[in-house]
């Protein structure tokens, strides 16, 4: 049997002429164009000097051609790395001279920092929001290519995600990982031909790519393809659709609009979160409104989906759920025992939908991996009924509307800004995003710090996401006995941060 996820996809699909994308101008992409395009496209790759095992770099905006060239890598063995186009020239510099493409696809707009930072001898094409560019060009005229009959084990996915070093770790997922990881959650929430999802997500991280487009496609359902989220596009399509995935922001607004109601919601039968904890007031909120109960669930770029409430059966309140099937989960105390009695520990995780490690990182991979298990730096509990609670994060990482952000990352460009001496980083609470980034800072004497010029000098160079929404100059920081600065002590300090303090201060210091 082909171990090729792409095998999966078209095996199920039958060649069908059903719609699989349903654009923001209603007009349709079957499968059958959504194949053939990808089968150019993989040609158009092959032609330009690819070979199987390839990294392919995919830095553009989403589109159902940006789709095309996700599936065309897995349907020829290439290796996809897909790179957020908010990236600044710097964090895109690092993740080119990591993967070390053969080639690598770009928005028109970032074509000239692409042949910059790529070596002469990397292939560069172009694909814009809409279809258009040099990569389509190539393709057009080629015939689709078959297949490649590849093992499970064979690298598909390249996925960065940043680490407490500010270095970002590329993690390996096989063909088997992801086709294993799609069809439980395939299963697990019933998903089939017949679901319209609403799909808003971006193309670059997991949650929209392994987790959604995968499960859609490995069921043959049909993807309503929205550019980004909007509340006024999403509840325009709720009355049609039948599934929605999206991240605690999304449901913040969603609720706040004032548009969501039982009737609205009518046709709808699943609603899913994640990439950040939901908290119990929007969960309760939305079924308020609605009568639907949002499942929450829980993942990681390394782990895939891990863990979920499920379609049948109790939705526990702050819970992400259950084990899914062939998982195991760990609750490991800091003297490396299992914990008991519903105590706290790190989260230990065991399946079949693991990464294969980390890109070129055995220090990554000896950190984060021991004997077939993946050790996530998330604490949490397990309890009686089985169900995973989330209670806190071993790691510093702040997550701001459904992104990861690693304080040493914003706290090497911070320390950069003239006259700053040292820089803490730190996550507090934010009702849209779930937590927003907060720069706390040690100035040179008689330094001064023009906030709004920081904060325009770090988007800059950070993408905006990354970029704290405050600057605040203090003149000590908590720390312990050896000295290191007590992030916790800041978090609970500065918890109240964005309602106390006035809009941002012409000058701190």
């Known amino acids: ?51 199987a095992g390839d990294r392919v770099v995919s830095q553009v905006e989403k589109s159902p051609e940006a789709l095309a060239l996700y599936l065309a890598c897995l349907k020829v063995g290439l290796v996809f790395v897909p790179i957020n186009t908010a990236y600044r020239e710097a964090e895109t510099r690092y993740l080119i001279e990591d993967s070390q493409p053969s080639l690598v696809v770009t928005a028109p707009e970032l074509g000239r920092m692409q042949r910059e930072i790529a070596s002469p001898a990397t292939k560069i094409f172009t694909l814009d929001q809409h279809g258009g560019g040099s990569l389509i060009d190539a393709s057009r005229t080629l015939a689709p290519t078959k297949t490649l009959d590849c093992s499970a084990e064979h690298i598909a996915l390249l996925l960065y995600t940043s680490g407490t070093t500010g270095k970002p770790k590329g993690a390996m997922l096989s063909h088997g990982a992801m086709a294993r990881n799609a069809a ?43 550019q980004r989220f909007s509340v006024d596009d999403v509840c325009a399509w709720l009355p049609r659709a039948s599934v929605f995935m999206g991240v605690p922001t999304m449901y913040n607004r969603l609720i706040r609009s004032g548009q969501m109601t039982a009737e609205l919601c009518a046709n709808m039968r699943l609603f899913t979160s994640g990439s950040a904890a939901l908290s119990v007031e929007a969960l309760e909120g939305f079924e308020h409104l609605t009568g639907h109960r949002i499942i929450e669930r829980y993942g990681m770029s390394e782990t895939g989906i891990n863990a979920s409430n499920p ?107 003239p006259h ?9 609470p934010d009702a849209d995003f779930g937590e927003a980034v907060i720069a706390v800072i040690l100035l040179e004497p008689d330094g001064r710090l023009d906030e709004q010029v920081a904060i325009a000098t770090l988007k800059s160079q950070i993408a905006n996401y990354k970029v704290p929404k405050r600057i605040i100059a203090v003149e000590s920081l908590p720390r312990n006995a050896m000295g290191k600065v007590l992030n916790a002590a800041l978090r609970e300090i500065y918890r109240d941060v964005l309602r106390s303090l006035p809009e941002p201060l012409q000058s701190l210091g």
């Open 420 to 428: 700053v001496q040292e820089a803490a980083v730190i996550g507090v």
């Open 184 to 226: 439980l959650l395939r299963d697990l929430w019933e998903v089939t031909a017949t679901d319209v999802i609403i799909h808003c997500l971006p193309l670059f991280h997991a949650h929209g790519l392994t987790v959604s487009i995968n499960c859609a496609l490995l069921a043959g359902a049909r993807m309503v393809w929205q």
């Open 1 to 51: 049997m082909n171990g090729n996820l792409y095998a999966r996809f078209t095996d199920l699909q039958d060649a069908s002429d059903r719609p699989a994308l349903t654009l923001p101008d209603e007009s349709s992409w079957r499968f059958t164009d959504l194949d053939a395009t990808a089968g150019r496209i993989a040609s158009a790759l092959i032609a330009a000097g690819c070979m």
């Open 311 to 417: 379609f049948r059966g109790p939705r526990k309140a702050g819970s992400v759920g259950l084990p899914l099937d062939g998982t195991q989960v760990r609750i490991v105390g800091p003297d490396g025992e299992d914990c008991t009695d519903d105590a706290p520990g790190e989260v230990w995780i065991a399946s079949h939908s693991l990464c294969s490690g980390y890109w070129h990182n055995p220090e990554a991979n000896a950190a984060s991996f021991r004997d077939g298990w993946c050790l996530t730096g998330d604490i949490g509990r397990l309890d009686e009924d089985g169900y995973l609670y989330l209670v806190d994060r071993s790691k510093d990482v702040i997550i701001t509307g459904g992104y990861n952000v690693y304080p040493s990352e914003v706290e090497a460009a911070v320390k950069l800004l």
